[in-house]
């Protein structure tokens, strides 16, 4: 079994910086993407920020909503994904859920998230 955790949301005024932290634990023989998604009220769930790594490469891809603004990183060695967001505005206000494709070590691939943090942008 696969766990996913997130931390860091929070309340914070227009302009400001939150960081948020995923980390995947449990029989993971590998892990292939690490996502970031986010719902806002009355939205579907939506991808805005993904990372993969071929040997040394990282490859990254950001929605335009937030390209400039937002910047995901990952440390393999810890199975954790971040996400840095700067210059937030009000309409980045959504539950942020991480997503991770996995292997087990039983050899099974399949999806994993997290419970969701909110993140509220408000003055």
């Known amino acids: 079994q696969v766990q996913v955790v997130e931390s860091g949301g929070g309340l914070v005024q227009p302009g400001g910086s939150l960081r948020l932290s995923c980390a995947a634990s449990g029989s993971i023989f590998s892990i292939n993407a690490m996502d970031w998604y986010r719902q806002a009220p009355g939205k579907q769930r939506e991808l805005f920020a993904r990372i993969n790594s071929r040997g040394s490469t990282w490859y990254k891809w950001y929605q335009d909503s937030v390209k400039g603004r937002f910047t995901i990183s990952r440390d393999n060695a810890k199975n954790t994904v971040y996400l840095q967001m700067n210059s937030l505005k009000s309409e980045d206000t959504a539950v942020y859920y991480c997503?991770?494709?996995?292997?087990?070590?039983?050899?099974?691939?399949?999806?994993?998230w997290g419970q969701g943090t909110q993140v509220t942008v408000s003055s």
């Open positions: 997503h991770v494709g996995a292997r087990t070590t039983t050899m099974v691939l399949n999806d994993y």
